[in-house]
């Protein structure tokens, strides 16, 4: 009998689980980091334990956890995507058994807390004890100073390590237009020059803008000006 998918799953969890959202690396731009794909894929299939990947704020490391989840899903593979928070939880350990790949997402808010430190270091150890495999992102390295245990530093740096480079400018937008086009939103040259020249080229920020240009949209049937913008701007929504 073949594995069930994450979205087919439907037995007791510990977890207050919900499934991944729809992402996949058909609508992820590679930029400069097809090295760390191709290892990404080659990792997937290998016989090693841990992948930790860090980078800045908004260069698609969440995105990355959820695309993978979803290529497993077409592999027969069971995964789940987990936050720092969930680990203190002990009877969430039981997932180790449950999937074959255990994902934990912003794991730089477990740096320097030495409860969530030991709890990180107690399941990398149960998953190589299951002989699963625990993919890892951050915002910053494996090798940073901000990790204060030891043991777990060793951990974090004894498997594939990669950063994952952030877009740049023209990347960004491209993404963003994209997003916006799937979303029905139709955004004029005049308004992308205004963007690329006012706000960050960060994904996390756009995808923000966007969700709020979303709901004016929707809701007042309006059209995507640079007043607007700027009106969105002022509010606390995306800054």
Known sequence: ???????????????????????????????????????????LDSKETLLYIWGEPGSGKTHVLQATINLLNTRDKTAVLLKSKDLL??????????????????????????????SLFFWINEVKQFRKKI?????FSNKSRSWQLPDLKSRLQSGRTHELLSLDRVEVLRVFSNIAKQKGITLDERVMAFLEKNCPMNLSFLSSLLTKLDEITLVEKKQVTIPLIKKILKTKLVN
């Open 1 to 43: 009998m073949p594995k069930k998918k994450v979205s087919n799953y439907s037995g007791q969890m510990p977890l207050a689980f919900k499934n991944t959202q729809v992402k996949t690396f058909k609508d992820f731009v590679l930029g400069k980091n097809v090295a760390l794909f191709d290892s990404l894929d080659s990792f």
């Open 89 to 118: 939880d002990r009877k969430n350990v039981s997932l180790i058994a449950m999937f074959d790949f255990i994902c934990i997402d912003d794991t730089h808010k477990i740096a320097g807390d030495n409860i969530l430190e030991e």
């Open 135 to 139: 993919l890892l992102a951050g915002q």
